[in-house]
């Protein structure tokens, strides 16, 4: 009985609906290029600053969880050993839906790589303004812990899928039920922490715009095309794809709303494009801290708050400056005669 039902689960596969084939490469092509205006903008700016360490720790997991569930299910371990028997072509387009997730996993994964290697591990030097920031920014520990955490959590997931295939193959569809649930409760609450950050710091930061805009609406077209293939038996799967458009629907909304705010107070982001970014997360180079009477401190700033907090500053070492010349545009104490020519 399970020769005729793998007969006719291959048969399925090679009855190809140009439609489903289409709509399929589309989402796999669509969903690569969502991500690489996050990638690029991290790696443009020079920093990860305004993203949360716990948005990128759960949904790395989540994308883990996610693409080890659909390996996992029966109807999918079905059309992977039915490419033994049928045509390349009808096998590439039956592991579609497996690529999909295969491209979201990668892609956020390098999210994750780069929130590492871009993040502020030293202090910036500004002494003033450190103490005041030092809260609202996440510390080398929590980065070391959402790596550890993170990595140990891929582990897991291929330690276990290992021990039951080689031990209790019957459970593999209990477990890759188990991992749906886990990326749904993970991917529930995976824009949570990220909502909170961008919130209580009213901008963006390296938060890229164009990916959500991208993704929302993605997200839910994704969904459909898997509820498709699996039908209601894969909800663990799409399911995670419908709670997740919806959750970064509020994320985008809030984002286009700082934007839009930090416009109309007359900061575009132009003047910052291609600076590595604020001397407040400067990664404690010297040269990228604002002098103290800089003539372009809206070079140093990401936001209206920090612009003026160091113009404050300027301002106050202008006041306090005893040696005329140094002041900004100063030439000299008006009160002292600088007469050369007297005896």
């Not at 305004?50 to 948005?55: A, D, E, T, V």
Request: aromatic residues 10%; proline residues 5%; hydrophobic residues 45%.
């Amino acid at each position: 009985m399970d020769i005729f039902s793998q007969e006719d689960t291959c048969d399925n596969l090679r009855d190809v609906s140009i439609i489903n084939l289409i709509v399929s490469i589309f989402i796999v092509v669509g969903m690569l290029v969502s991500y690489l205006p996050q990638h690029f903008r991290i790696i443009k700016r020079g920093t990860s600053e305004g993203i949360s360490p716990w948005f990128v720790l759960l949904g790395t997991t989540s994308a883990t969880s996610a693409f080890a569930n659909i390996l996992l299910l029966p109807q999918s371990r079905h059309d992977i050993a039915c490419c033994k028997t049928i045509e390349t072509f009808h096998c590439a387009a039956g592991l579609l839906g497996i690529a999909q997730l295969g491209v979201q996993w990668i892609s956020f994964s390098f999210i994750f790589v780069l929130f590492l290697v871009f993040f502020r591990y030293n202090p910036a030097e500004d002494p003033e303004n450190e103490a005041e920031l030092e809260e609202d920014q996440p510390k080398w520990q929590t980065a070391l812990m959402v790596a550890s955490l993170t990595l140990l959590h891929g582990l897991a997931v291929i330690v276990v899928t290992g021990i039951l295939t080689t031990v209790a193959p019957q459970h593999l569809g209990t477990w890759a039920a188990s991992l749906g649930v886990m990326a749904a409760l993970l991917a529930g609450v995976q824009y949570i922490p990220q909502i909170y950050t961008t919130y209580h710091l009213k901008h963006v930061g390296s938060l890229s715009i164009p990916m959500m805009c991208m993704q929302t609406p993605g997200g839910f077209l994704f969904a459909a095309s898997l509820a498709a293939r699996l039908g209601w038996a894969g909800w663990s799967s799409w399911g995670i794809f419908v709670l997740t458009a919806s959750m970064q629907g509020i994320l985008l909304y809030l984002a286009i709303y700082y934007e839009i705010q930090a416009r109309n107070r007359g900061l575009s982001r132009l003047p910052f494009e291609g600076q590595p970014s604020s001397h407040l997360y400067a990664n404690g180079f010297d040269d990228e801290t604002p002098g103290r009477f800089t003539a372009h401190p809206e070079h140093y700033a990401e936001t209206p708050e920090q612009l003026q907090s160091i113009i404050d500053r300027q301002e106050s070492d202008a006041a306090a400056e005893t040696a005329p010349l140094l002041k900004p545009g100063g030439i000299g104490d008006p009160h002292r005669n600088y007469d050369t020519n007297r005896g």
